[in-house]
């Protein structure tokens, strides 16, 4: 039977809508399930989802940022949670991303991503130079977490390949190798406080320590940029802790492809912004997403021009 004029006129506006729908249909890349990306990205998602109209996100379990960059060079719908430092050499093409440049802008700088070199009482080490020789895990392959202990190592005068014994695990892999006697040691790179270290925290039998490595932060800022900061973690976060542990920092930025369209990323930055609340109520960290935070000097790699549309409407210059 044939259609008639008004069900194909029907038809072709149903195909067009749901196209559009399909066009603002992406996915939030995070991190292992350990961390605070995962929960933060599920969260950004469902109010995302809630509050744009047509827009449909999902939070997706990944390696973490070096995995990120590369899912938003694809060019497939992602927004994607990275480290300062991994954004730089995805966007000059260096390091893990030597001869492949991600087209990466920044939509928005989150909160401060703190490393934490987490071992225990009894396993021998008090400060970095103890950790040679030691069986440590340097984060999941994939992550900003391993280019960070990477860089700290041979800030400490450490060799990553000679002097440890090296697994590459994520947050809870590595809780789980401490508990089992498996690892020595472990690194992580993540918000506070991270649901997998507070479980080590929590282990009957376990008292943390958190090793100093405050020191290596001017080693690497002369090398790389003016990227890290010497920071504190309060002895008051994880249970067990005895004294306030002096480490780097490095800022966590939500990045897209620049092929983003420039209404899309402010609908994004703008929804965030206005629903800090129900993400605070995710992970506290998110009382650190601040319009005073969102500055050039904040992010190595250029804002998008939707972002840019954002804060510029709220008196804050970005480029």
């Not at 259609?3 to 749901?18: D, E, Q, R, T």
């Not at 892999?173 to 479980?199: R, Y």
């Amino acid at each position: 039977m044939k259609a008639s004029k008004p069900a194909i006129g029907l038809f072709l506006a149903g195909l067009a809508l749901s196209f559009s729908a399909g066009a603002q249909t992406f996915s939030v890349a995070t991190g292992g399930t350990g961390g605070v990306y995962y929960p933060m990205g599920g969260g950004i998602a469902a109010v995302l989802s809630k509050h744009v109209p047509g827009m449909q996100a999902t939070a997706e379990v990944t390696g973490g940022s070096v995995d990120n960059l590369k899912l938003v060079g694809s060019g497939k719908p992602y927004v994607a949670f990275t480290m300062a430092d991994t954004s730089q050499d995805a966007y000059k093409g260096e390091n893990k991303f030597k001869d492949n440049k991600i087209p990466v802008k920044t939509l928005m700088v989150l909160y401060p991503n703190r490393m934490h070199v987490v071992s225990a009482e009894g396993r021998g080490i008090s400060k970095m130079s103890e950790l040679k020789g030691k069986h440590i895990s340097t984060g999941s392959p994939g992550s900003g977490t391993e280019i960070l202990a990477f860089r700290i190592l041979e800030a400490a005068g450490l060799d990553k390949d000679k002097d440890v014994k090296r697994e590459r695990l994520g947050a809870s892999e590595s809780v789980n190798a401490m508990k089992d006697g498996k690892i020595d040691a472990f690194f992580w790179m993540g918000g506070l406080p991270t649901a997998a270290v507070t479980d080590l925290a929590n282990t009957p039998g376990t008292k943390i320590k958190l090793i100093d490595h405050a020191e290596t932060v001017p080693v690497m800022n002369k090398k790389y940029g003016n990227l890290y900061v010497e920071d504190v973690i309060s002895k008051s976060v994880y249970h067990g802790m005895e004294t306030d542990n002096k480490q780097a920092t490095v800022m966590n930025l939500l990045v897209a492809n620049a092929s983003m369209d420039d209404k899309t990323a402010y609908n994004i930055v703008k929804t965030i912004f206005e629903n800090r609340d129900d993400l605070i109520a995710v992970h506290k960290e998110a009382a650190n997403f601040k319009l005073e935070n969102q500055k050039s000097s904040a992010s190595p790699i250029p804002f998008h021009p939707g972002a840019a549309k954002y804060f510029a409407e709220k008196g804050i210059k970005v480029n």
